[in-house]
């Protein structure tokens, strides 16, 4: 097949993205070889800026322009609640809901023997420092509802217990907008060992 | 919400593009985060070597790296022989199938007055200029078969009728693996009046 070569190049640099298949890699480099200079410009500097600009918070491994990010940073936080996550992902998610406002911490993955992640491949030992530096007053884990979410929260739990601190864990339940007849049965009896005295 | 802005930019340029909706921006955005170094400047050159070494053939208006593309340079196709498409993107369609040998002739769209595209737009008279040139037998008529794609084959064939050439259209019909209880009777219909003597 005879197609130019960059044009081929950028097919399959596009296609290694996560959820971009072959067709969808090609139809997005037509789109980018029609669109004119200043937006594709812009796009390569949003692109560039990413791994150029942004750091890891030190304090909580979020996303970060500074050495901290701006949550660890902000004095209308709530600095006595860490709330431990995943992934920095994870962060973006939780602050949409505008339900929080203490601090995070980003594990950076769960622990998972079959893929070997370890303990020390997680932020867990700065976890526990920062909980050692004092203030603390309540860790919140919200790991996902998974079987590496869970054991990663019990073992995090064991290390926590040393200190005396306020350990939670965010509910499990029915979804919000979720039918009752279409829950799978592990979130139903979820939800009923969850319920809440009215 | 509290999102670097270089991450909350990317996402932004990232969910411009087709198919890509601010979730799967976001994923991407945060993919290329944690990719290392070499790739997103793999992805990035790729995308900027798109727009400065890409041009499009005098010839035939395909995407090229040269003043003319390697199909209308090479030796081996038969200069004979000209497909009418639309896009460059029907180019690369068209050659996976590795049944068509001859040259292209790329339109950049069709006839649709509601969306003020006329005849001075699209490359009719460097395809009519062409077969004037001599040496041309036949001409493949490759447009999509919808009502634009249609008119527009129309009218080519109206100017194409002066010169002493073959004009063909591409086969309409059941596509292979199609199930015919499934075909809408349009197709159907097609498939009927193009039926093959055997």
Do not use: W
Not at 51 to 80: G, M, Q
Not at 135 to 149: C, Y
Not at 166 to 192: Q, V, Y
Request: glycine share 6%.
């Amino acid at each position: 097949m005879l197609i130019a070569e960059p044009l081929q190049r950028a097919i399959e640099e596009l296609s290694k993205l996560p959820s971009i298949g072959k067709k969808t890699a090609q139809r997005l480099a037509l789109h980018i070889l029609k669109s004119d200079e200043s937006s594709v410009n812009a796009l390569i500097q949003s692109l560039s800026d990413l791994k150029t600009k942004i750091r890891f918070c030190e304090e909580c491994f979020n996303i970060s322009v500074a050495e901290k990010c701006d949550i660890c940073l902000s004095p209308k936080r709530d600095h006595s609640i860490i709330c431990v996550v995943e992934e920095a992902s994870d962060i973006i998610a939780i602050e949409k809901t505008n339900e929080y406002n203490g601090l995070y911490h980003v594990l950076g993955g769960v622990l998972n023997p079959l893929a070997n992640v370890t303990e020390e491949q997680l932020h867990i030992k700065e976890l526990i420092s920062r909980v050692e530096k004092g203030g603390i007053q309540e860790v919140i884990l919200a790991l996902n509802p998974d079987t590496e979410g869970d054991t990663t929260s019990l073992y995090l739990i064991k290390l926590l217990k040393e200190y005396p601190i306020k350990i939670s864990r965010i509910a499990r339940g029915l979804p919000i907008g979720g039918d009752l007849e279409f829950a799978d049965p592990a979130t139903i009896g979820r939800a009923f060992i969850g319920r809440i005295t009215l």
